[in-house]
């Protein structure tokens, strides 16, 4: 996966740099009042040493409705669901456990016009939300219960995406995101803790990963007569 990764982060960059060397004057009129935003994206983990032995990110994605405010200016509501499995240390020692995070969102977002069909999105995302793991096995079945197997949270998320417009109102782009928890990983949460001893892992930072991936952006427009 750790390929995976830094070869979007590459198609990134050469995507972005020519587009703008080569963009001719950027569209000057305003994109649709509302719009749809979505996106799917590949976690890597960072921040705690402890969290990154437990889970490996599957998916990151989203979900939002965003309304414009003045030219370039937006904010909106959504969701964000994102899922990671446990590292083939504890699947090995036949665990099956994944963290499953659903989080409510408001999203506020800057527009900026790159070239006549392109433009970058900057955006500040937070949000509150249950993190559930799933799947909790003990080492032992007496250890099972002991804890819950959730917590909540609220989170911060960074975000900058370049988009290509396919019609006026219709486009794809590539994003990258930093998405900070605002809590510390408990590995009693998830009975992880009765496998290992995580006192020797680093575990002051937050939870935390970047997401590295593609979205869309969709604003709806009124039929002309």
Same mark, same amino acid.
């Given at each position: ?11 990134? $960059? ?43 990110? $599957? ?167």
């Amino acid at each position: 996966m750790r390929h995976y990764f830094y070869s979007l982060i590459a198609c990134l $960059v050469l995507v972005t740099l020519p587009a703008q060397e080569k963009a001719k004057e950027p569209f000057k009129d305003p994109l649709p009042v509302f719009s749809i935003r979505g996106s799917c994206a590949i976690p890597k983990i960072i921040g705690s040493e402890a969290f990154r032995v437990s889970f490996l990110g $599957v998916y990151d994605a989203s979900l939002t409705f965003n309304v414009r405010l003045g030219k370039s200016v937006t904010i909106g509501i959504g969701y964000q669901n994102a899922l990671f499995n446990q590292t083939s240390f504890f699947r090995y020692k036949g665990v099956d456990t994944r963290l499953q995070v659903n989080n409510g969102l408001v999203r506020f977002g800057y527009d900026k016009a790159t070239g006549p069909k392109a433009f970058v999105s900057l955006s500040v995302t937070s949000g509150f939300g249950v993190n559930q793991y799933t799947a909790v096995k003990a080492i032992k079945d007496s250890l099972n219960g002991k804890y819950p197997t959730y917590f909540t949270a609220t989170f911060l998320r960074p975000e900058i995406s370049y988009n290509f417009l396919v019609e006026d109102n219709f486009a794809f782009g590539i994003l990258l995101a930093y998405n900070m928890v605002l809590a510390s990983y408990d590995p009693n949460l998830n009975a992880f803790g009765t496998y290992e001893n995580f006192s020797k892992y680093r575990n002051k930072a937050n939870m935390g990963w970047i997401s590295f991936g593609f979205n869309f952006y969709y604003g709806p427009k009124k039929k002309k007569a």
